[in-house]
């Protein structure tokens, strides 16, 4: 099914390069977006909301989706799935713009799906170090998460090559107006299309 003028943004990086908080600032300032809420078997953090940053399943009821095909994309990170189930972006895509906190292996399976409107963006850090103090400073994880996490930096950028932009996220607010000036290209040369085809 083609999802006419609205559009799909995609935004990736390493853990701690400050996607989740590009990804609301999105949608704080832009009332036609919403983020895709994906599934997960990971616990909540403290200040999470069940439904609203993500859908909490067990392993059992995430591999039972996985099972009857549910998901655009799902992925196992850390020990934990994640996935973003095809009904969701199938009715939300109707009214409006969709905004995706993934990774890499989930961006890799949504670009299989050519009727997707993909706009495909990765975020990346200064270095490695930096990227360390991030995750310390944000306090959200335990030293051996912190650790994992860290170590999978290098995985990670591997795949920044499959991405349609790349920008170093030195400073959150030029990062957020960079992010913005793709949006509205992308917006302005969709609605164009769709006002020339008859």
């Not at 300032?29 to 809420?37: A, E, L, P, R, T």
Request: charged share 30%; with cysteine; aromatic share 12%.
């Amino acid at each position: 099914m083609a999802h006419g003028k609205n559009i799909m943004v995609i935004l990736s990086s390493p853990s701690g390069v400050g996607k989740t908080t590009l990804t609301k600032k999105i949608q704080q300032k832009y009332q036609s977006f919403k983020i895709s809420v994906s599934h997960t078997t990971r616990k909540p953090r403290s200040n999470e909301v069940n439904g609203v940053d993500y859908h909490f399943v067990s392993h059992r009821e995430f591999e039972e989706l996985i099972q009857e095909n549910k998901f655009y994309e799902y992925a196992k990170i850390f020990e934990n799935y994640y996935g973003t189930l095809k009904k969701d972006v199938d009715n939300t895509i109707l009214q409006n713009d969709i905004i995706f906190d993934i990774d890499w292996q989930g961006t890799k399976q949504l670009s299989k799906f050519k009727n997707l409107n993909l706009i495909k963006i990765y975020l990346i850090t200064n270095n490695k170090e930096e990227l360390k103090q991030r995750l310390v400073k944000r306090n959200q994880n335990t030293a051996e998460e912190v650790e994992k996490r860290f170590n999978s930096f290098d995985e990670d950028i591997k795949h920044w090559n499959d991405y349609d932009y790349v920008i170093i996220n030195k400073n959150l607010d030029n990062c957020f107006k960079q992010i913005e000036h793709i949006i509205n290209v992308n917006k302005n040369r969709t609605f164009n299309f769709f006002q020339k085809t008859p």
